[in-house]
C-alpha cells in the first residue's frame, strides 16, 4: 500500500507546484512566510521540513536560520524531493532526505523546530500516531511542532469534498482528529494553541514541550 501511495505522490510531483498555483488563494507563498516565522528559529538552529514535498518552504526557513543552520527536508516520495533540489539547488544549508514520517533517520533532541505543511491529515492513522512520537523525540525539549493544514471548510459542498479527499487517502482518522484536535496533540505536546491564518482558509497548530513518554536514564 504505501509503494503506491509513494507512486501517487511521484506522480503528482509533475504537477505539484501548477495545482498548487491554481487553486491556492496565497499567490506569493505568504503563508508559508509565516509559517517559517512562527517557528521562531533562529539563527544558527536546526528545523526539519517534514513531508517537504517540492520544497517551496525550505527557503523560508533558511532565511531564519540562515548560513550557520541546517534546514531538511523529508519526504517518502524521490518524485517530489527530485522538485525540491531543483527549486533549492543554490541553498547550501538545506538538506533532502527520502524517508518515511513515521520513522524519523535522526538522533534524539537535534531539532529545534519541524514543520509540517498540508500533510499531516493526508497520513494514514497509525503513522500519524507515530509520527507525533518521532517528532516529540527529534525536537529539543525547548522545540515546537508546527502544523498547517487547511481549515474544515465552511461550505458544506466543500467540506464534503474536502471529506472524501480525506477518506480516500486512507485517512478517516484525521477526520476524528479534526474534530478533537487539540485532545489529540495534547497527547504528545504539553502546550498546544492552533490560530487562524490570513485569509481565513488555513490554520496553524502549535505545539509545544514534547512530552517524554520514555525519559532518557541519567
Ligand atoms: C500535499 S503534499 C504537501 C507538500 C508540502 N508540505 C507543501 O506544503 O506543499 C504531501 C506530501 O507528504 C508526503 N508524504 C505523504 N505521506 C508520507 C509519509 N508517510 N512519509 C513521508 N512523506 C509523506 C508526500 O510525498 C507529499 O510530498
Known amino acids: 500500500m504505501r509503494r503506491w501511495r509513494r507512486k501517487y505522490y511521484d506522480l503528482f510531483s509533475t504537477i505539484y ?15 508559508r512566510s509565516y509559517l517559517a516565522e512562527k ?19 525550505l527557503r523560508c526557513l533558511t532565511r531564519r ?3 550557520r543552520g ?20 543554490n541553498l547550501n544549508s538545506v538538506y533532502l532526505i527520502q524517508a518515511e514520517a513515521s520513522a524519523l533517520p535522526f538522533k534524539t533532541n537535534v531539532f529545534h523546530a519541524v514543520t509540517c505543511s498540508h500533510a499531516f491529515y493526508e497520513l494514514r492513522g497509525e503513522t500519524q500516531d507515530h509520527c507525533m512520537e518521532e517528532v516529540g523525540r527529534v525536537l529539543t525539549l525547548a522545540g515546537s511542532f508546527l502544523i498547517m493544514e487547511h481549515d ?8 464534503m469534498l474536502y471529506y472524501i479527499r480525506l477518506m480516500s487517502m486512507g485517512a478517516s482518522k484525521a ?3 479534526l474534530r478533537h484536535e487539540k485532545a489529540y496533540l495534547s497527547g504528545y505536546f504539553e502546550n498546544v494553541t492552533s490560530f487562524k491564518l ?9 505545539c509545544r514541550e514534547p512530552l517524554i513518554s520514555d525519559p532518557p536514564k541519567a
Not at 491554481?22 to 507563498?29: I, N, P, W
Not at 517557528?39 to 518552504?57: E, F, K, P
Not at 541546517?70 to 539547488?89: Q, T
Not at 490570513?198 to 502549535?206: A, E, Q, T, W, Y
Request: charge should be positive; aromatic fraction near 4%.
Open 175 to 177: 477526520i476524528q482528529i
Open 17 to 31: 507546484d501548477r495545482f498548487v498555483a491554481l487553486h491556492s488563494s496565497d499567490k506569493q507563498g505568504k503563508l
Open 39 to 57: 517557528t521562531n528559529a533562529a539563527q544558527g538552529d536546526r528545523v526539519l521540513d517534514i513531508c517537504t514535498g517540492t520544497g517551496s518552504l
Open 198 to 206: 490570513p485569509g481565513g482558509f488555513s490554520k496553524i497548530m502549535v
Open 152 to 159: 474544515i471548510p465552511k461550505n458544506p459542498v466543500i467540506r
Open 70 to 89: 541546517i534546514v531538511v527536508g523529508l519526504d517518502f516520495s524521490i518524485g517530489m524531493l527530485e522538485v525540491a533540489k531543483r527549486k533549492n539547488r
Open 65 to 67: 536560520v540562515k548560513e
